[in-house]
């Protein structure tokens, strides 16, 4: 790996282990073995390496999560609601090795009001996820449905922000995969065997 390659992954550390706002650059050059010089020439400033750094922690976390997803090769013939409590049951069980991506997401939301050139960072890696997780969760390829691609990832989007704050905050009573498919059901006026009640 050369410089370049080093900062990334040093400010990639840093960011799981002090967070976004305690991460300096003296921290990322020691992680990464490289010297202060080095992150201008390479990024042109420690926020935007940082920001770099947040966006493909996340971008893994995505991979990770679709890895397993892929490996279930049952997933395209089960029934809709099936299908929908088993991908949650993927990401849930991926929460405990997640969370310090997550613990990072909430700090760098928390932050996108005062830091303009953070929120313009995450715009357009924010509409990719969508479409990432209609692919992922519903095998909707945005390319050929773009707008049943974009509801179903908002939808996505949304549920997943609202079940990692919940698991944050309190694992013994956060959501169960059972528990957003049941929820579901009422939500769509179903009877627990899926028919319409």
Request: net charge negative; proline share 4%; aromatic share 6%.
């Amino acid at each position: 790996m050369g410089h370049r390659e080093d900062l990334l992954e040093g400010a990639k550390r840093c960011l799981l282990e002090k967070g976004y706002a305690r991460t300096t650059a003296r921290d990322i050059v020691a992680e990464s073995g490289t010297n202060l010089a080095s992150i201008g020439y390479h990024y042109g400033s420690k926020e935007a390496l940082l920001n770099l750094a947040f966006l493909k922690l996340t971008e893994e976390w995505g991979d990770a999560v679709a890895e397993a997803r892929q490996g279930d090769g049952a997933r395209e013939e089960l029934p809709p609601l099936e299908r929908f409590e088993r991908g949650w049951a993927q990401v849930i069980d991926s929460y405990e090795q997640s969370r310090p991506v997550w613990k990072l997401q909430m700090e760098i939301v928390s932050r996108i009001d005062s830091d303009p050139e953070l929120q313009k960072a995450l715009a357009g890696p924010q509409l990719e996820g969508r479409k990432g997780l209609a692919e992922g969760f519903l095998g909707i390829d945005e390319e050929a449905d773009p707008e049943r691609a974009r509801l179903a990832g908002t939808f996505y989007q949304a549920l997943l922000a609202g079940v990692m704050v919940q698991w944050m905050v309190d694992p013994e009573t956060a959501p169960s995969a059972q528990d957003l498919t049941e929820g579901l059901k009422i939500v769509m006026g179903l009877d627990s065997d899926g028919e319409r009640g």
